[in-house]
Structures are given as C-alpha cells and as structure tokens.
C-alpha cells in the first residue's frame, strides 16, 4: 500500500507540470496586453513598459515560466488585476462554496444513482431499465453549463419555485464562522439561513450531479447485474404410491 501511494505521488509531479505548462501556455495565447488591461487603453507608452517590467513580461518566455512556476510552488499566485487583492486569497474564499457544491452533488448522484442502478440491474430490458439508460446518456452528453442554465430558467424563472443565485437570500443574514453555509447555520442554529442555503443550493448541485449520477448508475447496474438473478422454480418429483 505505502510503495502504490509513492508511486501515485510521483506520477502527479509531471501531470502538475504539465498542467503548469498548459495553463502558462493558455495565458500567452489570449490576445491582448495585460499591462494594457490594468492600465487602460489611454496608458501612455512609458507607463505600459514599466508595468510589463513590474510584471516580468519583457523576458523571454523562458525565463517567465520559471518565475511563474517558482511563485506557484510558493503559494504565490498573484494578485487581481481588477481589485489588486491576492489571487490565493480569492481562491480561499471562494473554496468554502466550490466545497459545500460538491458535496451536495456527491450526495444527489450517490442518493439517485445507487438505487436506479440497483434498480434498473434487478428488472434487466425493463421500460425501467430502458428509462434508466435514457437518463443516464442525457446525463453524460448534456452540457451541465447548459441544464444549469434551463433549470435556472424554468424552476426559478418561470415557475419561481427556486432562488436562481447567490448562497442565501437578501433578507437573510449568518454569522460567519467557518465561511460554509450549511455548517454556520447549524452551528449558530440559524434555520431560516439553513432553509435559504438549501434552496440556493438545490439546482446547482442537481445540475452538477448529472454526469456522475449517470456513471454511478450504470456501474452500479453492471455490478449487480451478475449477482441478482431469479432461477426459475424447479418442480418438485412426484412420489409414486406404494
């Protein structure tokens, strides 16, 4: 178990780097300045040049991957080019949501997904089965960018059933204290900001849970499949009389 775990941890070291280089690479390809997007298009030319120099864009790209990879290895990852802040720190605040989306969609996918795999692996070449097989390619080919979109459009929209942004209502305050909602609200035993969190977070988190409700599913009715079987009934012998 320790030599597999070595193993995984030093596999991962060129997948970072490459994703380093890619990332590096994607940043260098979209057109424009990002001096000049700091600055404004009326930044004078001396200003423009001292921020690429701020900015270590008048080096060769080389040597601005090396810079780029030794401040990422340090946790530096610089600071927004709208508000100054830190990009870390945006990060951290933001990764308490990204958190409490996944897990709620872990739990939707994992809630649906084991039962109608269960389910569709029981009664095989049923119109269960058949529907279960349906949802699950809809679930894989559909964008979830877009079923986020027309689940927002339809539930909070049209029938306004579901909030369609942000993580708690405007007439809703929490006090913040681990920056999750879920946990802040049970934790300060605030139930209105308890009931709010998880109506903003139901249709993302079903949006979300799509593709892996699907997989789930499908490998869940391919496991079970093998094991859940009805052998007919074998008629008994007739005794003869004596």
């Avoid at 290895?73 to 870390?88: E, K, Q, T, Y």
């Avoid at 969190?197 to 009715?221: E, F, K, N, Q």
Wanted: proline residues 7%; aromatic residues 8%; positive net charge.
């Amino acid at each position: 178990m320790i030599t597999y775990a070595i193993k995984r941890l030093f596999t991962i070291v060129p997948v970072l780097l490459g994703v380093s280089v890619i990332v590096f690479s994607f940043i260098h390809l979209i057109p424009g300045d990002p001096a000049v997007a700091m600055l404004g298009e009326r930044a004078t030319p001396q200003r423009v040049a001292e921020v690429r120099a701020q900015l270590g864009l008048d080096k060769p790209l080389l040597q601005q991957y090396l810079i780029y990879a030794g401040k990422v290895v340090r946790g530096d990852f610089g600071a927004s080019i709208l508000r100054g802040d830190p990009v870390l720190f945006d990060l951290l605040r933001r990764f308490p949501a990204t958190v409490e989306l996944g897990l709620s969609a872990i739990c939707i996918a994992i809630c649906i997904g084991i039962p109608m795999g269960i389910v569709s692996a029981v009664w095989r070449n049923s119109p269960f089965d058949g529907a279960s097989r349906l949802v699950a390619l809809t679930g894989v080919s559909m964008p979830i960018f877009w079923l986020g979109l027309m689940l927002a459009w339809f539930f909070g929209v049209v029938l306004g059933w579901l909030p369609t942004g942000f993580r708690l209502g405007t007439d809703v305050s929490l006090q913040t204290i681990t920056h999750f909602t879920i946990l802040d609200s049970l934790l300060t035993e605030n139930w209105a900001a308890l009931r709010s969190g998880l109506r903003h977070l139901i249709l993302p988190a079903l949006a979300l849970s799509t593709i892996p409700m699907a997989v789930i599913a499908r490998r869940a009715s391919s496991r079970c499949s093998p094991r859940i079987t009805f052998a007919p009934r074998r008629p008994r012998a007739c005794r003869s009389a004596p």
